[in-house]
Nanobody, 112 residues
Framework: QVQLVESGGGLVQPGGSLRLSCVAS????????MAWHRQAPGKERELVAL???????NYVDSVKGRFTISRDNAKNTVYLQMNSLKPEDTAVYYC??????WGQGTQVTVSS
């Protein structure tokens, strides 16, 4: 059974940083592409960043240069480092296994 558990969300001021973590279990982590999505109130869920088996990454334009996705296969964990946060980054962030599986989400609120 695929399980994805996110952590690291919270309240941060504009310009601040957060690092989200997602610990995976129930599948062979190093054979799965992983991604982070987010959903703001009243909006559709959108793909934020993804990382392939080999470490290739891609980002939505709005976070390029500010967010970094990475993975540690030894720890079955995928990370999202978020810098220079903006109020428009406020959303629930979800960890996703490309082949299927979602975490429960972690709230990120950017506000002064």
């Amino acid at each position: 059974q695929v399980q994805l558990v996110e952590s690291g969300g919270g309240l941060v001021q504009p310009g601040g940083s957060l690092r989200l973590s997602c610990v995976a279990s129930g599948f062979t982590f190093n054979t799965s592409g992983m991604a982070w999505h987010r959903q703001a109130p009243g909006k559709e869920r959108e793909l934020v960043a993804l990382i392939s088996l080999s470490g290739w990454t891609n980002y939505v334009d709005s976070v390029k240069g500010r967010f970094t996705i990475s993975r540690d296969n030894a720890k079955n964990t995928v990370y999202l480092q978020m810098n220079s946060l903006k109020p428009e980054d406020t959303a629930v962030y979800y960890c996703n296994r490309i082949l299927g599986g979602w975490g429960q989400g972690t709230q990120v609120t950017v506000s002064s």
